[in-house]
Structures are given as C-alpha cells and as structure tokens.
C-alpha cells in the first residue's frame, strides 16, 4: 500500500510539471508571434503585421527619410531583387500606415544578406516574426541559413525569446515506474514441501485408517459362530 501511494504521488507530479511545461510552452508561442506593426506595410493583412502568409514574414527598411529607396550597399531592394520595374516606394510612404518599411519574403532576405552582408540590411527586430524564420529551412528554394544567422545577431533579443520558448516547450522526461518486486523464491521451496507434507500426511492416515477396518473385518470373520 505504502509502495501504490508513492507511485501515485510521483505520477500526480509529473503530470503537474508537464501541465506547466505546456502552459508555459503556449505563453512564450503567444509572446513571440505578438509581432509589432511594421510601419509603412500596406493594408493587406489589415493589422500591418508580418505573420500571416507563410512568406512575408521579415519586416526590412527600405526606404529613406525623404521616401527615395534606401541603399542596402550594392543598391536599394528593388535593384537586388531584381523588382525594380515593381518598385513601391510611393505605397510605403503613404496612408494608411505610413512609414519606412515593407513586409518582405523571408527568400528575399536571404538574397539580400548573402549579396550585401548582414552589416548591410536594414531590419525591424520588432516587426519581424523572428521565430517563424529560424524554424523555417527553404522559402522559394532558396536556404535560409543566412537569413537565419543574420537574424541571430541583429535580433538578440528576439532570438533569446525563441530559443527560451523551444526549451520550454521540450518533453519534461518522464521517469518509468519501478517494476515490481520479483517474487521471493526462497519461499517457493518451504511452500512446496509443506503442501507435499499435508499430503503425504493425509494419505498416512487415510491408508491406516484402512488397515483399522480390514483389521476389524479380518476379526469379525474369525469370531465363531454360535
């Protein structure tokens, strides 16, 4: 009974630590897909947030105070990208969330940081979903190992919060219950000569019991008839 108890108890607490561990788990989700607005971003999404599609996920700079396109060093995101027949600067400035910067592919970040250099692009940390990035490989077939580790050293702050979260939410290992006592086999032995013992106990006084009544017969049998 003492044994059941304890091991009622120990699983009472790991359920209790797992419940935590989810708990915890969903508060650090929220807390990093909470991205701020990124200022200048269209009505597309309606709140301004890049963490709806499974792309437009990095909130980057990209142009300057005066609404002309900001130079990423070997030139502004449209020439990099090879958009500039596409360029929307004029969108960026404009109601009605005006402002400097643009929801972009997590592709195009890759390109851009593996063609200028990290110290080069120009990133909202805040803005950005950073943990959607960092748990994600490929985006338009390109590897996003770069945009990764930029990522890590532009956005300490929101890199830590991610990685927190991805310990927390780890399986809290779960111990196996102790198996049971093997059965005491020395007592197997003293078991088995006792029942053997009955038996040939009984069977003793079952077989003098008969040769009482034979005995008895036999003597019956000898008495003479009057």
């Known amino acids: 009974a003492g044994r059941r108890s304890e091991l009622e108890r120990d699983s009472r607490s790991r359920g209790r630590i797992t419940m935590l561990s989810v708990v915890l788990a969903l508060a650090g989700s929220a807390a990093a897909a909470d991205v ?7 009505p597309r999404y309606g709140d301004y947030k890049c963490n709806h599609d499974t792309t437009h996920r990095v909130c980057a700079k990209l142009v300057q105070a ?67 990035v960092l748990r994600s490989y490929h985006d338009g077939g390109r590897d996003l190992s770069a945009a990764q580790n930029c990522l890590r050293i532009k956005c300490p702050k929101q890199e830590s919060a991610v990685r927190s979260m991805d310990v927390r939410s780890e399986p809290m290992p779960i111990t196996a219950e102790p198996a049971p006592d093997p059965p005491n086999m020395t007592v197997v032995p003293v078991v088995l000569l006792a029942v053997v013992a009955l038996a040939i106990g009984r069977w003793l006084r079952q077989a003098t019991t008969s040769r009482m009544l034979m005995a008895n017969e036999d003597a019956k049998i000898a008495e003479p008839m009057l």
């Open 66 to 132: 005066n609404g002309q396109p900001l130079s990423w060093g070997a030139g502004d995101f449209w020439e990099i990208t090879g958009q500039k027949a596409f360029q929307w600067n004029d969108q960026i400035v404009a109601p009605p969330n005006p402002g400097d910067s643009w929801c972009i592919c997590m592709w195009a970040t890759a390109q851009l940081i593996e063609r200028v250099g990290c110290d080069n692009v120009h990133l909202r940390c805040e803005a950005t979903d950073v943990a959607w």
């Open 36 to 42: 701020a607005a990124c200022p200048g971003e269209g």
